[in-house]
């Protein structure tokens, strides 16, 4: 299962994609594109990439302890969901116009939408088994729910995209030896007996 790091690694994983996609056009360079908050000032970035909730979901059904094929146990993983919002950089000193924001969002909701699949091996390349892949999709959230978030930051609302990545499953760094086996017990039983002639 994914180690820590995975949160960053999703963050990052969705960074790349844009710079990969949206660079020279409708973005010149991929340093306009960064990890932030809105609500940090004087940074020269054009799109910027926030995470903005990180919500711990119901247990998954797996026994209690797991094995790892290592003669070892581990608690199952936790699942995780992360919340992202797609956001213009509004102290940005790039003096962009209304129609040009709006080509960025629209090409930002495309690259996404094309690229919402990836599997934790993917970004942490020494797990041993492919598992479930991470699915990000638009979070449904209402115009309210919107100016909350940028109300939280003590930013006004602008035009911006949500997204929710999950399942993140977050493995334990608790392992347990199994236990070995002391003692076995053998029964045969015979099913015929040889007759002579």
């Given amino acids: 299962m994914a180690d820590y790091p995975i949160i960053s690694d999703v963050s990052s994983y ?14 010149p360079s991929p340093n306009n594109i960064e990890v932030s908050s809105p609500a940090e000032q004087d940074v020269d970035y054009i799109l910027g990439l926030y995470l903005y909730d990180i919500r711990a979901e119901g247990e998954i059904s797996v026994p209690p302890l797991m094995n790892t094929g290592k003669t070892r146990l581990a608690p199952p993983p936790k699942p995780y969901s ?33 690229g919402n699949v990836v599997y934790p091996n993917e970004l ?7 598992e479930a892949p991470i699915i990000i999709t638009p979070s449904k959230l209402s115009l309210e729910d919107k100016v909350r978030v940028w109300s ?20 334990s760094e608790i392992l347990i030896d199994a236990p070995r086996v002391t003692q076995a017990e053998f029964s045969l039983h015979l099913t015929g007996e040889n007759k002579e002639g």
């Fill in 124 to 130: 942490q390349t020494w797990l041993e088994s492919r």
């Fill in 152 to 171: 939280a930051i003590n930013k006004p609302y602008q035009v911006s995209l949500f997204y929710k990545a999950a399942p993140i499953l977050l493995s």
């Fill in 14 to 27: 969705l960074v790349k994609l844009l710079r990969r996609k949206m660079c020279p056009e409708p973005i």
């Fill in 82 to 114: 992360l919340y992202y919002m797609l956001f213009i950089n509004g102290s940005s000193q790039m003096g962009l116009k209304a129609h040009d924001i709006q080509k960025i969002i629209g090409r930002a909701a495309q690259v996404i939408n094309d």
